[in-house]
């Protein structure tokens, strides 16, 4: 049983639409984050959310965390082929480690 | 810094063969995670450490595997013997403590045929 669901779990969208992607739980977590993993790489951490509601922006991407610290969502406005790769979630629900999602796996055709 | 680093990059094995994958993590850093991840399973924890002790071994899917952290720039994760479902990419990461950022290694992609 996974704590963190993700969806969709693929998606393939056009140059310069805009998507969002989900990650719930029903679990409450002190704190959520976001990495990126690219093709052949580790996941790289593009930001930390603590505060229910809060909501993060990185350029292009904003990011959301659920009023009851249960689910974020990622926003991606006009995606370009370099935003591909597997998108993870990972939240912190007893203290001591981080469970990571199920991830979306996004492709950007040009 | 180097980051986490991981060696061999790749290993091809034959069923029943001892693997056995390094890592060494950012100096300074005091928690190490094993992940395993795969198309069917996505990202698994196997086994963490903290100050070199091992915490939580929950992930680790069978006595098959061990993990070991001699000191704070090493680990160790050994698969005896391996088997053709083993065939995985396994990450090490390190982060300053269990909840700050986890830095990645860029993973031993493992085949056992």
């Known amino acids: 049983t996974q704590l963190l669901e993700q969806s969709p779990q693929f998606l393939s969208i056009q140059e310069g639409e805009n998507l969002t992607v989900y990650c719930n739980s029903s679990s409450v977590f002190s704190s959520l984050q976001w990495y990126r993993q690219e093709p052949g790489e580790g996941p790289v951490l593009l930001v930390t959310v603590v505060t229910g509601g809060e909501v993060k922006k990185l350029k292009r991407l904003t990011f959301q965390f659920g009023d009851a610290r249960k689910d974020s969502s990622l926003h991606i406005t006009a995606a370009q082929p370099g935003d591909i790769g597997l998108y993870l979630c990972a939240g912190d629900a007893n203290g001591n480690q981080f469970y990571f999602g199920t991830g979306t796996s996004l492709t950007v055709i040009p | 810094d180097a980051g986490v680093i991981q060696s061999p990059r790749h290993e091809v094995t034959e069923m029943g063969q001892e693997v056995t994958l390094r890592c060494k993590p950012i100096?300074?850093?005091?928690?190490l995670f094993w992940y395993r991840q795969t198309m069917m399973r996505g990202l698994e924890l196997l086994i963490y450490f903290n100050n070199n002790v091992p915490i939580d071994d929950s992930g680790m899917p069978e006595d098959r595997f061990s993990a070991k952290m001699p000191n704070a720039s090493f680990s160790t994760l050994k698969i005896q013997p391996s088997e053709p479902r083993d065939s995985a990419v396994y990450f090490c990461?390190?982060?300053?403590?269990?909840?700050?950022?986890?830095?990645f290694g860029p993973g031993t992609r493992l085949t056992v045929l």
């Open positions: 990461a390190s982060s300053l403590d269990l909840l700050n950022e986890q830095f």
């Open positions: 100096s300074g850093h005091n928690s």
